[in-house]
Nanobody, 120 residues
């Protein structure tokens, strides 16, 4: 089972940018498709973005399309989420997970997440 540690969150004004990182343990990172999810206060956790094992395919939710970019570095066992043009509705705790790429279903346990707060 892959172990995941998210980082890079913080407080930013609307229109600003943040880059999240998710570091994975183990030597099998490149065999997992990966995804980012977020959970706003009082809401269900929702899918944000996904990336295939090689990084050649990505999929974004409609709410972040054109603003967020998911990428990965298999040599560093890390997946990233570059977030630009942030909006207050992007506020929440962001988590990464191994996923089933075809349906974006999480397939690993959650890390502690990283808090993103966007002020208006």
């Amino acid at each position: 089972q892959v172990q995941l540690v998210e980082s890079g969150g913080g407080l930013v004004q609307a229109g600003g940018s943040l880059r999240l990182s998710c570091a994975a343990s183990g030597r099998t990172f490149s065999t997992y498709a990966m995804g980012w999810f977020r959970q706003a206060p009082g809401k269900e956790r929702e899918f944000v973005a996904a990336i295939s094992r090689s990084g050649g395919l990505t999929y974004d939710s409609e709410s972040v399309k054109g603003r967020f970019t998911i990428s990965r570095d298999n040599a560093k066992n890390t997946v990233y989420l570059q977030m630009n043009s942030l909006k207050p509705e992007d506020t929440g705790v962001y988590y990464c997970s191994a996923i089933i790429f075809g349906n974006r279903t999480p397939s690993s346990s959650w890390g502690q997440g990283t808090q993103v707060t966007v002020s208006s």
